[in-house]
């Protein structure tokens, strides 16, 4: 399913593209989450915890008291990766819009359904291909994709999972067997009955230890020993 997002003052235009995305997510049998927004300063409040609860977002340009590009920079900042797809009445800020990275710009008046579905079939292809560089768990009852980039390692106790972050960390139920079936050839390394490992960070690799990027220092167990060392081999040949 691809969530996504349309934000515009205008019911009439939400509704007009609402209907539009209804009917081109059915003509390309994908399964769509539909929210709707009236103002920047609402889609910042709903995604401000959660800021990748949505894959696409369709949103104004001129707005109220905030305008799109605007609440799209905030959005950034917050670690939203979501596709942008600009709606705006003309084309004179399209070079303000570069820097918070769009997916599209679209000129309402200028845009004919057939391209309007055109540009719905290239993201879709674009956010199940970068679902590929996302996990997603379930955290305090709300589901939260995180990056795979931003993974230094997971660690398991007792069926608690926590998710080792370069700016923090993340905890959810799980179990290490269904997060490694997951991330299989993915650059993750089960090094132990208790950790997994993101190869990138590794910068040291001892037959009985490893060191990560930040410092740590993980256990390597004996089970995994030869394994860790063919898959990290592997991993390298690949870079």
């Known amino acids: 399913m691809i969530k996504i997002a349309i934000c ?3 019911p009439i235009v939400v509704e007009y593209y609402k209907a539009l995305i209804l009917d081109s997510a059915k003509e390309n049998d994908v399964d769509v989450k539909i929210t709707e927004f009236i103002s920047g300063e609402q889609l910042l409040f709903i995604l401000s915890d959660h800021p990748n609860e949505v894959d696409v977002i369709y949103l104004d340009i001129l707005m ?3 305008n799109g590009i605007e609440t799209a920079r905030r959005l950034r900042e917050l670690g939203c990766f979501a596709q942008i797809i600009f709606l705006t009445t003309s084309d004179e800020y399209v070079f303000e819009a570069f820097e918070v990275e ?9 845009m004919s359904n057939g391209r309007f579905k055109e540009i719905f079939r290239k993201v879709k292809d674009t956010v199940r291909l970068k679902e590929e560089d996302f996990i997603s768990v379930t955290n305090n009852g709300m589901k939260e994709k995180l990056k795979l980039d931003s993974i230094l390692y997971f660690e398991v106790q007792n069926r608690i999972v926590t998710i080792h972050l370069k700016d923090g960390t993340v905890d959810f139920y799980s179990r290490m067997e269904e997060i490694e079936e997951q991330l299989a050839e993915r650059g993750f390394v089960r090094i132990h009955r208790s950790y997994l490992v993101n190869c990138y960070y ?3 690799l001892s037959r009985n230890s490893l060191n990560l990027s ?3 220092c993980l256990p390597v167990s004996e089970k995994y020993t030869q394994m ?3 898959q990290f081999s592997k ?3 690949k870079l």
């Open 228 to 230: 860790v060392q063919q």
């Open 202 to 204: 590794i910068v040291k």
């Open 235 to 237: 991993y390298l040949l």
């Open 102 to 110: 769009p997916f599209y710009y679209i000129v309402k008046d200028e």
């Open 64 to 66: 109220g008291k905030m």
């Open 8 to 10: 515009d003052d205008n």
């Open 214 to 216: 930040d410092g740590t």
